[in-house]
């Protein structure tokens, strides 16, 4: 019927654009994150920051108080004034209550905006990653290496819960360093807040020359621990193949290998921490210690040794300094919050990339005739029109590929491995951009994302079977949801009284008789029985299913890929006579000559180089 054109070396090689990834600056990445954090500021939100906020100056006046209280004890013990210093007693227990309540009140608040803030951006990046197939396009579309899953799970967890922590020690010290300025200019004076400021400002800069890139390092860290988590979970999936190859040494040294790497990291990252910690200690909890010793010995002499005002006023002095180290330390943390803000950034910033290179990644979804490329929309056939077959390395794999298939057709799709086979749907379901050429297929009335993707007239049944998490009942319903299966089978069971349930599990049954797979409803435990469904089926029991799967569905076109490979001939047989009369049109990859019979038109992809050949085949008559 057609075949490919002999290639021209005149014309230049046709390109799929990929995803690129363009980094921001930090100022934009803590923005950005910011918005995504609190998109909204709820009511809720307000209210415990303020909690927060109120609780901190508490804290604050009951430190306050506790340095008088210390020097107003000095005085009644050399007073040897009983009933007051009893009194006194008695308001440090209150405030030690107080203080007592206030302090895990605090970490409850801050743990509390952790979660609330977790919940926001994970929201964020879950929308983006799974708006249209970004999940899929993020490891297979796009030139950086982005370990998602662990960014999303890991690596949010850990941005929030130290953007927390920092909100409570950027809040604590700066209401200590306002309290107890003002306090000591009422006790010392310009000249003890003059050497105060100046104390903060020369160990801010002595920190900010010796500080170590922790942000990078820290960045670093992360990708190795998302690495060596990835070599265990591959592990685990593939460890019957594994153990059968007897290749458990190699992968031990291969995880070995990884685990080295990563330690070897940390070792230098503790070093680093444990040099830097020294210098920290010293400027920002021991100095200030000695500093506040002297301030007190020279207001001491001014005011004549009165023990009363020299003890307050050094603990006032003490406090201050210890407020000003906590701010010299802010700036070590925000350096290692730098690590996290990168790694969950680069995924956001893909992530949104992806969504606005839409149309440079997914052809144009107008009528296509302005452009040399489109997928566009029809009511009855899938057709292909000069399309380029070209992977994401930028291979062409057909050329040119004209082909179309109209309902009641159905095409087999051969060729050696390796030809793009596959590859062929990937394109079709939008999963792949399109080189060149134009592309229509059916439309389903009620599917929004019909050019981004297969949609409800064309359905895919893989190779490899897809188990999803859930009920045996899930198994067959996939991918909806068991209000909207029901509702499928019967529209009106969504606002009738009785058990939706029934029509919907007597369908199913009856699917399940008809793939002779009937026997698994007792075994398993009835529809709503749970297990980990990948491992306790047998190949050729999930292959039938995913048969089942689509005959439920019943598109008008369905996309096999190899799926029966596992079953024996006479099933097969048997799956592609259900589906011819249930008015499936089947578009099959295989290598059975069995198969032939059942298809109109074999479309033979030769070589994965471009070659092709679409040969027209007998109708089979029963």
């Given at each position: 019927l057609a075949k490919a054109p002999s290639p021209d070396s005149s014309l230049p090689a046709p390109l799929v654009p990929r995803l690129s990834h363009i980094?921001?600056?930090?100022?934009?990445?803590?923005?950005?994150?910011?918005?995504?954090?609190?998109?909204?500021?709820?009511?809720?939100?307000?209210?415990?920051?303020?909690?927060?906020?109120?609780?901190?100056?508490?804290?604050?006046?009951?430190?306050?108080?506790?340095?008088?209280?210390?020097?107003?004890?000095?005085?009644?013990?050399?007073?040897?004034?009983?009933?007051?210093?009893?009194?006194?007693?008695?308001?440090s227990v209150l405030q030690s209550v107080a203080y007592s309540i206030i302090a895990p009140s605090l970490r409850y608040l801050t743990a509390r905006l952790a979660l609330g803030w977790r919940k926001c951006?994970?929201?964020?990046?879950?929308?983006?990653?799974?708006?249209?197939?970004?999940?899929?396009?993020?490891?297979?579309?796009?030139?950086?290496?982005?370990?998602?899953?662990?960014r999303i799970t890991e690596d949010v967890k850990k941005f929030v819960n130290d953007v927390s922590g920092l909100i409570m020690a950027m809040v604590k010290p700066l209401v200590d360093i306002l309290w107890f300025t003002w306090r000591m200019k009422m006790l010392t004076g310009r000249?003890?807040?003059?050497?105060?400021?100046t104390?903060?400002?020369?160990?801010?800069?002595?920190?900010?020359?010796?500080?170590?890139d922790f942000g990078s390092l820290t960045n670093s860290e992360q990708q190795l621990e998302g690495f060596f988590r990835y070599m265990h979970s591959r592990l685990h999936s593939h460890a019957e193949s594994i153990a059968f190859f007897g290749g458990g040494q190699c992968e031990q040294q291969m995880i070995e290998?990884?685990?080295?790497?990563?330690?070897?990291?940390?070792?230098?990252?503790?070093?680093?921490?444990?040099?830097?910690?020294?210098?920290?200690?010293?400027?920002?909890?021991?100095?200030?210690?000695?500093?506040?010793?002297?301030?007190?010995?020279?207001?001491s002499i001014d005011h004549h040794g009165n023990r009363n005002i020299t003890s307050v006023q050094g603990s006032v002095v003490s406090q201050s300094f210890l407020a000003f180290g906590d701010i010299l330390e802010l700036y070590k943390k925000f350096i290692e919050l730098a690590g996290a803000i990168t790694r969950v950034s680069e995924l956001d910033e893909l992530l949104h990339q992806l969504q606005y290179e839409t149309k440079a990644l997914l052809p144009s979804l107008k009528d296509g005739s302005s452009g040399s490329k489109s997928i566009k929309d029809r009511k009855d056939c899938i057709s292909f029109s000069e399309v380029d077959i070209?992977?994401?390395?930028?291979?062409?794999l057909a050329r040119k590929l004209t082909f179309c298939i109209n309902p009641g057709e159905s095409l087999l799709v051969t060729g050696p491995n390796g030809s793009g086979k596959s590859s062929l749907f990937r394109v079709l379901g939008g999963l792949w951009p399109v080189a060149c050429g134009n592309i229509a297929k059916p439309v389903s009335p009620y599917n929004t994302q019909s050019t981004t993707g297969l949609n409800r007239d064309i359905?895919?049944?893989?190779?490899?079977?897809?188990?999803?998490?859930?009920t045996f009942r899930d198994q067959i319903i996939y991918p909806l949801t068991f209000d909207e299966a029901a509702a499928k089978i019967n529209p009106k069971s969504l606002q009738e009284s009785t058990d939706k349930g029934l029509l919907l599990d007597a369908r199913l049954k009856a699917i399940l008789n008809d793939i002779r797979l009937g026997y698994l409803l007792d075994?398993?435990?009835?529809?709503?029985?749970?297990?980990?469904?990948?491992?306790?089926?047998?190949?050729?029991?999930?292959?039938?299913?995913?048969?089942?799967?689509?005959?439920?569905?019943?598109?008008?076109?369905?996309?096999?890929?190899?799926?029966?490979?596992?079953?024996?001939?006479?099933?097969?047989?048997?799956?592609?006579?259900?589906?011819?009369?249930?008015?499936?049109?089947?578009?099959?990859?295989?290598?059975?000559?069995?198969?032939?019979?059942?298809?109109?038109?074999?479309?033979?992809?030769?070589?994965?180089?471009?070659?092709?050949?679409?040969?027209?085949?007998?109708?089979?008559?029963?």
């Open positions: 980094p921001q600056k930090m100022q934009q990445r803590v923005v950005a994150l910011a918005k995504a954090l609190v998109p909204s500021l709820s009511i809720q939100q307000a209210g415990e920051l303020l909690a927060m906020s109120l609780l901190v100056v508490a804290r604050t006046w009951i430190a306050d108080r506790i340095a008088n209280l210390n020097g107003t004890s000095v005085k009644h013990v050399l007073e040897q004034d009983r009933t007051a210093f009893v009194q006194l007693i008695g308001v951006i994970t929201q964020h990046l879950s929308t983006l990653y799974f708006s249209k197939n970004a999940f899929y396009k993020v490891f297979h579309l796009s030139d950086a290496c982005i370990d998602a899953d662990q000249r003890g807040v003059a050497i105060l400021y104390y903060m400002l020369l160990g801010l800069g002595i920190l900010r020359l010796i500080t170590p290998s990884r685990f080295n790497s990563l330690l070897d990291h940390s070792w230098k990252l503790l070093k680093k921490r444990w040099l830097f910690g020294i210098a920290d200690e010293f400027i920002t909890k021991q100095l200030p210690h000695n500093v506040a010793w002297v301030l007190s010995l020279l207001y070209v992977t994401p390395a930028h291979k062409i359905f895919y049944v893989p190779q490899h079977p897809y188990c999803p998490l859930g075994r398993e435990g009835g529809w709503n029985a749970t297990a980990n469904w990948e491992n306790l089926l047998s190949l050729g029991e999930q292959q039938r299913l995913g048969m089942a799967r689509l005959f439920f569905h019943s598109p008008k076109y369905g996309i096999l890929d190899e799926c029966t490979n596992a079953t024996s001939v006479e099933v097969e047989e048997h799956l592609y006579e259900l589906a011819k009369f249930m008015g499936i049109t089947v578009v099959t990859i295989s290598q059975r000559p069995a198969l032939i019979p059942y298809h109109s038109m074999e479309l033979n992809l030769v070589d994965g180089e471009g070659g092709w050949e679409l040969k027209s085949i007998k109708q089979y008559q029963n």
